[in-house]
T-cell receptor, first 111, second 114 residues
Framework: DSGVTQTPKHLITATGQRVTLRCSPR?????VYWYQQSLDQGLQFLIQ???????AKGNILERFSAQQFPDLHSELNLSSLELGDSALYFC??????????FGSGTRLTVV | AQKVTQAQTEISVVEKEDVTLDCVYE???????LFWYKQPPSGELVFLIR??????QNEISGRYSWNFQKSTSSFNFTITASQVVDSAVYFC???????????FGTGTRLQVTL
């Protein structure tokens, strides 16, 4: 157990739908990062939150949004889903850049 | 800009062979961290090592060893006496304060057969 909890582990949904992925960071970590790993693709950075505020944004689509709550857990919202959104979504938490811990990921399948 | 290059897309070896996975990075920051992660078929990302830019000492952990050379901007990973359980995709990654995120290479898929 890495200490970073992601739910759900698997999600199957239809095109056009909206889903929410949840991440609880490791205790004491203020930063949360979201990454997308599509089939045969590398890990693409989506967005970072630090203590509730957005810190950095990567290749995140406008249909996607995220937030970090006062208890530091984070949610990634994906809407108007397309087949191409099928991927493994990882959350990571860290204290600065020194320690990066990844959750086990949420595998999203859009049918 | 930060960039990590893993030129080897896929490597196949026979068990007990030694194998080296290459990683070349680019950054203008003087302080940075380099990482290696393993992604087995089950999909999770397993942390293997973190190295900061001021520590060029090579590291050995069991059958794993890492060679960090700032002069060539490389952080290569060697598995000695490979085993079937080493079959996975291996990612090299770079963190800089400027980017404030972990930048991954495209990964190297290692296949170890009997």
């Amino acid at each position: 157990d890495s200490g970073v909890t992601q739910t759900p582990k698997h999600l199957i949904t239809a095109t056009g739908q909206r889903v929410t992925l949840r991440c609880s960071p490791r205790s004491g970590d203020l930063s949360v990062y979201w990454y997308q790993q599509s089939l045969d693709q590398g890990l693409q950075f989506l967005i970072q939150y630090y203590n509730g505020e957005e810190r950095a944004k990567g290749n995140i689509l406008e249909r996607f949004s995220a937030q970090q709550f006062p208890d530091l857990h984070s949610e990634l919202n994906l809407s108007s889903l397309e087949l191409g959104d099928s991927a493994l979504y990882f959350c990571a938490s860290s204290v600065g850049g020194r320690g990066y811990t990844f959750g086990s990921g949420t595998r999203l399948t859009v049918v | 800009a930060q960039k990590v290059t893993q030129a080897q897309t896929e490597i196949s070896v026979v068990e007990k062979e030694d194998v080296t996975l290459d990683c070349v990075y680019e950054t203008r920051d003087t302080t940075y961290y380099l990482f290696w992660y393993k992604q087995p078929p089950s999909g999770e990302l397993v942390f293997l090592i973190r190295r900061n830019s001021f520590d060029e000492q090579n590291e050995i952990s069991g059958r794993y060893s890492w060679n960090f050379q700032k002069s060539t901007s490389s952080f290569n990973f060697t598995i000695t006496a490979s085993q079937v359980v080493d079959s996975a995709v291996y990612f090299c990654a770079l963190y800089t304060g400027t980017a404030s995120k972990l930048t991954f290479g495209t990964g190297t898929r290692l296949q170890v057969t009997l």
